[in-house]
């Protein structure tokens, strides 16, 4: 079965801090991994995804199979960045594609 | 353009009553999913539908839900007889093509289903 573990309900930094949210993966085949962001009063939005290898906003996240992790990181945080961050996983069920979300981890970024 | 569109956007329900959700998905999108996202967790996922085809409801937590997508455009969920357990927001997704584990997927406002 596929799983997506976001540790972190809450993380709380400083404008310019770095800022890294936890996503870890369990699946046994090769995944195709995500990252949707909800910012307040919006709806929920693709941020990026590890096969473009693209950076949004100034995030980036790296594929690491060995550890079976896909964090998502900036190193200055601004407060526009605060917001509800969703890592997400599509594997293969049958045929086709069931795609399984974390719980998510709220960020939020003081002035 | 218009994105993906859900009615009604709350919708407050007795204990055994039957609601409809509708999703207007963004016009010439292959691919339709619903999921359900209870307080404090993320969407997960309920059925699929490529065109009007159903291709997968794995998801659907018991007979008393179903979905429909007849001319593979508005998609209805139904819940019957609902119960408080489902009391959630229910999201529906679109995308342009039908490779979903790597297709972009454009998410609607949700609709707050409460069960009293």
């Known amino acids: 079965a596929q799983r997506v573990t976001q540790p972190e309900k809450l993380l709380s930094v400083f404008k310019g801090a770095p800022v890294e949210l936890k996503c870890n993966y369990s699946?046994?085949?090769?995944?195709?991994l995500f990252w949707y962001v909800q910012y307040s009063r919006q709806r929920l939005q693709l941020l990026l995804r590890?096969?473009s290898r693209e950076s949004i906003k100034g995030f980036t996240a790296d594929l690491n199979k060995g550890e079976t992790s896909f964090h998502l990181k900036k190193p200055f945080a601004q407060e526009e960045d605060s917001a509800m961050y969703y890592c997400?996983?599509?594997?293969?069920?049958?045929?086709?594609?069931?795609?399984?979300f974390g719980r998510g981890t709220s960020l939020i970024v003081h002035p | 353009g218009a994105g993906v569109s859900q009615s009604p956007r709350y919708k407050v329900a007795k204990r055994g009553q039957d609601v409809a959700l509708r999703c207007d998905p963004i016009?010439?999108?292959?691919?339709l999913f619903w999921y359900q996202q209870a307080l404090g967790q993320g969407p997960e996922f309920l059925t699929y539908?490529?065109?009007?085809?159903?291709?997968?409801k794995s998801g659907l937590p018991s007979d008393r839900f179903f979905a429909e997508r007849p001319e593979g455009s508005v998609s209805t969920l139904k819940i019957q007889r609902t119960q408080q357990e489902d009391s959630a927001v229910y999201l529906c997704?679109?995308?342009?093509?039908?490779?979903?584990?790597?297709?972009?997927?454009?998410f609607g406002p949700g609709t707050r289903l409460t069960v009293l």
């Open positions: 997704a679109s995308s342009l093509e039908t490779g979903i584990g790597t297709d972009t997927q454009y």
């Open positions: 016009s010439g999108h292959v691919s």
């Open positions: 997400a996983l599509s594997g293969t069920s049958g045929g086709s594609y069931i795609p399984t």
């Open positions: 539908f490529q065109n009007e085809a159903q291709l997968d």
């Open positions: 590890h096969i």
């Open positions: 699946y046994s085949g090769s995944p195709e």
